[in-house]
C-alpha cells in the first residue's frame, strides 16, 4: 500500500488521464471505461463517476458550505485543480467560493524534486526511523514560510531537531509555575501569524522570549503555551521528548558517519561504527538503500 501512494503522491491515478480537445478543458462526469471496473454509479447518462476535480467542491460544500473564508493546497494544484473547481462551484451555486487561497511551495530534496525514479522519496515513517520526531520535522517546516521551497537534507533535519530539544530543555528550567500570558509578546506573534503565516518570525520571536530577562519565568511559560496553540510543538510534554536524548544524538551521529563511509565503500569503517552503535544498545539494519536505527 505505501508503495501505491508513494506511485501517486503527487499525481492522480491512470485512469484519471484524459484526452482534451483544449487545455483548459476538464471533465466533469466521466464516462465508464472497463479499466475502471467495479467504480461507477449508474445514471440516465449510464455508467460513470464524477471527474476528480468535482470531488473537492462536492467534499467542501458538504462540510463546509458554498463559501468558504481559506482554502489550502499545493501550487501544483493551482493549474488545473483549483482553477476548475472554481469553475463548477462558482457555476453551480453563482456565489464567490473561496475569499483566501493559500498554496504551499514544494519540499525538495537534495535540490531536487522528490520522485521515486532518483531515488530520494522520503515520508515520515522515514524520518522517525532515523529517530527524528515527527515535531522536529514540524519544527523545520516551521522555520521557513509556506510559500518557500525548503531543501531537505538529513543535517539540516538533524540542525533542527537540535534547535527544538535546546528549547524544550529551556522551557522545562522556567519551572513548573504557569503566570500570565506576555502582552507585547502575544501581540507580536499575533502580527506575524496574521502577516501571511509568517512562521519563521514567530519562531525567532519564540528564541527572543525566552532570553529576555525582562519577563518572569513563570510569565515566559504561559506565553510559550500561548503560542503553542498555533506552533503545534507540544512545549507542556517536553519532558517526554529528552528522554535518552545525549545517547540519541550520539547514536544518530555514528549513523550518519558509519552511511557515509558505506557510501564510500569504507567497509571497515563502517563495520567499526556499526560495532560502536551496537555496544551502544542500538543495531542499524540497512533497508533499500538507506537504513532504519533499532534500540536493541
Known amino acids: 500500500v505505501l508503495e501505491e501512494q508513494k506511485e501517486n503522491a503527487s499525481g ?6 484524459y484526452d482534451k480537445d ?12 472497463e479499466k475502471d471496473g467495479d467504480v461507477f454509479w449508474e445514471t440516465d447518462l449510464g455508467k460513470g463517476r464524477p471527474g476528480w476535480h ?5 467534499m467542501s460544500m458538504a462540510n463546509l458550505g458554498e463559501e468558504l473564508d481559506i482554502h489550502t493546497g499545493g501550487v501544483d494544484n493551482i493549474f488545473p485543480h483549483h482553477e476548475n473547481e472554481i469553475a463548477q462551484s462558482e457555476g453551480a451555486t453563482g456565489k464567490h467560493f473561496v475569499k483566501y487561497w493559500m498554496h504551499n511551495e514544494w519540499v525538495l530534496v537534495d535540490s531536487k524534486k522528490m520522485a521515486k525514479s532518483l531515488g530520494n522519496f522520503y515520508t515520515l515513517r522515514d524520518v522517525i526511523e532515523k529517530g527524528v520526531s515527527s515535531l522536529s520535522y514540524r519544527f523545520w517546516l516551521l522555520m521557513a514560510n509556506y510559500r518557500t521551497r525548503v531543501n531537505f537534507v538529513w543535517e539540516t533535519l538533524l540542525g533542527a531537531d537540535k534547535s527544538l530539544k535546546r528549547l524544550y530543555k529551556l522551557y522545562l528550567e522556567l519551572g513548573s509555575d504557569v503566570g ?3 502582552k507585547t509578546y502575544q501581540e507580536k506573534f499575533k502580527n506575524f501569524i496574521e502577516d501571511d503565516l509568517d512562521t519563521p518570525r514567530a519562531v525567532a520571536l519564540l528564541f527572543d522570549l525566552v532570553k529576555d530577562e525582562s ?9 510559550i503555551l500561548d503560542f503553542d496553540k498555533v506552533l503545534g510543538l507540544d512545549f507542556e510534554n517536553s519532558a517526554q521528548y529528552l528522554k535518552d536524548e545525549e545517547v540519541g544524538e550520539e547514536i544518530l551521529k555514528l549513523a550518519e558517519e558509519r552511511e557515509q563511509a558505506r557510501k564510500n565503500k569504507d567497509f571497515k569503517k563502517s563495520d567499526e561504527l556499526r560495532a560502536r ?4 544498545g542500538y543495531e542499524v539494519e540497512d533497508k ?5 536505527i533499532n534500540k536493541i
Open 12 to 17: 492522480r491515478i491512470k485512469t484519471d488521464e
Open 288 to 292: 533499500d538503500g538507506d537504513y532504519k
Open 22 to 33: 483544449n487545455v483548459q478543458d476538464f471533465a466533469l462526469w466521466k464516462a465508464w471505461d
Open 54 to 58: 468535482i470531488e473537492c467542491s462536492a
Open 215 to 223: 519577563v518572569t519565568s513563570a510569565n515566559k511559560k504561559a506565553t
Open 180 to 182: 500570565e500570558v506576555d
Open 277 to 280: 552503535i551496537h555496544s551502544l
